[in-house]
């Protein structure tokens, strides 16, 4: 058995971001906005625990957790922590 304590990659007023291999695990609070970019590669979001605002594009709509976010290769997004957040983040993608 091997345990090992997670590598934190950012900590700010914000929140925890962690390196999980190939995922980021990023922990946010209420209040707080992630993202708010754009970038070349398709991302992947798993939202754990509590809601967001998400916006891509023109589009604005609430998600509620559990749930798997699909944004595309250049489009731009930005998520408001409706409450407190937990979220998977997979950029890594082969």
């Not at 390196?19 to 398709?42: M, N, W, Y």
């Not at 998600?63 to 489009?75: M, Q, T």
């Amino acid at each position: 058995m091997k345990i090992e304590k997670l590598k934190v990659i950012r900590a700010d007023e914000r929140g925890i971001m962690y390196d999980c291999d190939k995922l980021k695990c990023i922990e946010r609070k209420k209040g707080t906005i992630s993202a708010d970019h754009s970038h070349d590669d398709k991302e992947i979001l798993y939202l754990i625990k509590g809601d967001v605002e998400l916006t891509v594009e023109k589009s604005v709509r609430t998600v509620k957790s559990p749930a798997r976010i699909e944004i595309p290769p250049k489009a731009y997004h930005k998520l408001l922590a409706l409450s407190d957040i937990i979220l998977l983040e997979d950029r890594k993608m082969e």
